[in-house]
Every structure is written in structure tokens, then in C-alpha cells.
């Protein structure tokens, strides 16, 4: 019961900056933790980040930390990914996801997912 749509995705050059949205419908978003992949072409999906529901915690993959941020305004329904710095390998199709059960953490599986956001770094 949960929709997720991702938006602001686009071409930067290295170094750059862009600031994904994910907003979320479904009676749980408030208790829901959420988080964010990216799929380069021709490789597999792999884990970004992620949110606990309160936002108290927050979790990167190394390749990210300390140039991504996870954020969430419960009030606006919207997970955001503020990405600083990005580098040519930051290039990926990215999804913001959400699992089916309310208020876990760590998030053992994610069940629903957005349609993807463009991310196109040049060197």
C-alpha cells in the first residue's frame, strides 16, 4: 500500500551537487524507515543509504559516506538525498525504497520500490 515517486535527477558535471525527492503515499510513511539504491547500467543494484523512521539513524555504503545525506520531512511525505561531490562512478538509475513492516531497523528487506531518477555525472 505504499507509492513512492523519485524526482530530481539530471546531468551534473563531477564535483557537482543534486538533491533527489522520493514522496511516499501509504498509511505507514510516518513509522516507515526508507532508503536508497542506484542501479548502474549493466550491473546490479546496490544499497545508498538509508533512515530510520524517526530519523534518529542513518546508514551509508562507504562509497557515499560523508558526500550523501539521507534526510525525510514526515510532514511533506518526502525522503530526500542531498549528493555533494558526486564523481563519474555516482552514475546510476536511483530508487528510493521502503520496507512492508512499520518502524524496522535495520531494514531486513525492502519490498516496495519507486521507478527510478536518472543520475548522469561527467567527467
Known amino acids: 500500500q505504499v507509492q513512492l515517486v523519485e524526482s530530481g535527477g539530471g546531468l551534473v558535471q563531477a564535483g557537482g551537487s543534486l538533491r533527489l525527492s522520493c514522496t511516499a503515499s501509504g498509511r505507514t510513511f510516518s513509522s516507515t524507515p526508507m532508503g536508497w539504491f542506484r542501479q548502474a547500467q549493466g550491473k546490479e543494484r546496490e544499497f545508498v543509504a538509508a533512515?530510520?523512521?524517526?530519523?534518529?539513524?542513518?546508514d551509508y555504503a562507504d562509497p557515499v559516506k560523508g558526500r550523501f545525506t539521507i534526510s525525510r520531512d514526515i510532514a511533506k511525505a518526502t525522503v530526500y538525498l542531498q549528493m555533494n561531490a558526486l564523481k563519474p562512478e555516482d552514475t546510476a538509475d536511483y530508487y528510493c525504497?521502503?520496507?512492508?513492516?512499520?518502524?524496522?531497523?535495520?531494514?531486513?528487506?525492502?519490498?516496495?520500490w519507486g521507478q527510478g531518477t536518472q543520475v548522469i555525472v561527467s567527467s
Open positions: 533512515i530510520r523512521w524517526d530519523g534518529v539513524s542513518t
Open positions: 525504497a521502503a520496507p512492508d513492516r512499520m518502524g524496522a531497523w535495520p531494514v531486513r528487506k525492502w519490498n516496495y
